[in-house]
């Protein structure tokens, strides 16, 4: 059976990555002037997924007006609404009761960019029989992360953010669930999938097995992991900057190490911008010098500013 169902999880509050996040949902923060959760979309509806539900808490209303019923998008978008957190796997129960369709599910952690293939991940759940999919990468220091031992294709302990991993195999945030599993989780209740589900299934030795993939993978759960990610894409297209439609920068000006200029902004003479993002219709006035530094959606630099690793603009008035 195809996988054609998909939840992103896009609840978590954010923390990490304020003060980018105080108006903004982490998955709706722009990459290259899309939310990461568009690009998520796009990456899931290319492996054919077909409906997708967005399970929502904090700032929920921000994704409604811009995704719709997913109608533009080519996919067919709803939302699960939680009103107060339900935690990663309440998040899944509850999200799961608004698909259609009663197969296997794709579920994305909100804030996870990467190249590997949804398809072989698809194909290798159902090679392996498996009740659940996890897609693992590795990493030099796995402690911020989930930590697997596996014994062949099949995972046998998870360790949600340990001091002390045994293995630097991480969980990369995204899983494939057979519908069972789901439905096995207490519905309204705030369950953790890293902390409750995966360790009970391992306990009672269901089969999750372990995709293990090491082609490019991010999480993007700082505002330094933006910078990175955004200067990533724009340097696989072969570019030092991008730029939105209708932005427009001075002749003189100098704008690189993997910028994004937003749509309508404006940099004018002299200006320097070092691996920044500068939001839709910002201005940047002359003689600007910035580095790793985020502009607001509309905010005006004065001229002659030099910032070092600075956020302009994202304060709530
Ligand atoms: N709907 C909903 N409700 N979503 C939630 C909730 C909730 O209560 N809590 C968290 N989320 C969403 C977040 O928005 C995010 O997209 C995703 O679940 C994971 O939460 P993070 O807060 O980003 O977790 P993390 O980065 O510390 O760790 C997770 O990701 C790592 C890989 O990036 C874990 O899954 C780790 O095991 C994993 O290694
Ligand atoms: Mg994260």
Redesign the pocket.
Same mark, same amino acid.
């Given at each position: 059976m195809t996988v054609t169902s998909a939840i992103l999880?896009?609840?978590?509050m954010g923390t990490r990555m304020q003060p980018l996040t105080l108006t903004t949902p982490?998955?709706m923060l722009p990459l290259l002037g899309k939310p990461i959760t568009e690009h998520q979309i796009m990456k899931a509806k290319e492996a054919g997924i077909t409906e997708i539900v967005l399970?929502?808490?904090y700032l929920s209303e921000i994704f409604i007006p811009y995704f719709g019923n997913g109608e533009k998008f080519g996919i067919k978008i709803s939302y699960a609404v %939680?009103e107060s957190?339900?935690?990663?796997g309440?998040?899944i129960r509850n999200a799961a009761a608004h698909l259609q369709g009663g197969g296997p599910v794709m579920i994305f @952690?909100?804030?996870?960019l990467s190249n590997h293939s949804l398809t072989d991940q698809i194909a290798f759940h159902q090679s392996q029989s498996a009740d659940v999919t996890l897609y693992l990468t590795q990493v030099p220091d796995a402690r911020a992360?989930?930590v697997v031992e596996m014994e062949g294709d099949l995972i046998k302990t998870f360790n949600?953010k340990m001091e002390t991993p045994p293995t630097n195999i991480? @969980?990369?945030?995204c899983y494939i669930f057979n519908r069972t599993v789901i439905d096995e989780i207490p519905e309204g209740h705030v369950v953790s999938v %890293?902390r409750e589900t995966f360790p009970a299934l391992l306990a009672r030795n269901a089969r999750v097995a372990g995709f293990i993939d090491n082609s490019y993978w991010l999480?993007v759960?700082n505002p330094g992991a933006l910078l990175k990610a955004t200067r990533d894409l724009i340097e696989a297209s072969g570019h030092t900057m991008a730029q939105g439609k209708g932005s427009s920068v001075d002749p003189t000006a100098v704008v690189d190490q993997g910028s994004y200029i937003g749509a309508k902004a404006t940099i004018r003479a002299g200006s320097q911008l070092h691996q920044c993002v500068i939001g839709e219709g910002a201005s940047i006035g002359e003689n600007v010098a910035l580095t790793r530094t985020f502009v607001a959606a509309g905010s005006r630099i004065e001229p002659n500013t030099v910032a070092i690793d600075q956020f302009f603009g994202f304060s709530p008035e």
């Open positions: 999880l896009v609840g978590g982490k998955p399970a929502t808490s %939680e957190a339900l935690g990663t309440g998040a @952690n909100g804030d996870v992360f989930g949600e991480i @969980n990369a945030g %890293e999480d759960g």
